[in-house]
């Protein structure tokens, strides 16, 4: 079994939903919600449970995530629709006035790319 603890590195594809305000689920190491919050980011605790966020073991975490998302199928999403963009918007504001910790993220990975490609 796998266990990823404490690894927190944005990927474009949570980038690209904190950018747009897309609501998501997150498969990355045990703790990466938590860490996009204290980056001021809002999540959607609100709507259904995180708690996977917790679990430490990838496999059953990745077991929790993939039931969460069976469950999101029958999520009511024009109910909730308001209440959801305006957490897309705090991301979306959060993340062009506070995303240092993001472009430093990013550069680290461009580094890496350009000593892999040389």
Excluded at 78 to 93: P, S
Excluded at 101 to 115: A, G, H, K, M, P
Aim: one cysteine or more; glycine letters at 4%; a neutral charge.
């Amino acid at each position: 079994n796998l266990t990823l603890i404490g690894e927190f590195h944005p990927t474009e594809k949570i980038i690209k939903c904190l950018m747009t305000g897309m609501p998501f689920v997150v498969v990355a190491s045990s703790g990466f919600l938590r860490e996009l919050r204290k980056l001021g980011y809002k999540t959607y605790n609100d709507f259904w449970s995180e708690d996977y966020d917790d679990i430490l073991d990838f496999d059953s975490r990745v077991r929790a995530i993939t039931d969460l998302i069976n469950r999101l199928q029958t999520f009511d999403w024009n109910t909730h629709q308001n209440r959801l963009k305006a957490i897309g918007n705090h991301n979306k504001i959060n993340f062009l006035y506070n995303n240092k910790t993001l472009i430093d993220q990013l550069t680290n990975i461009e580094r890496v790319f350009s000593e892999i490609h040389q």
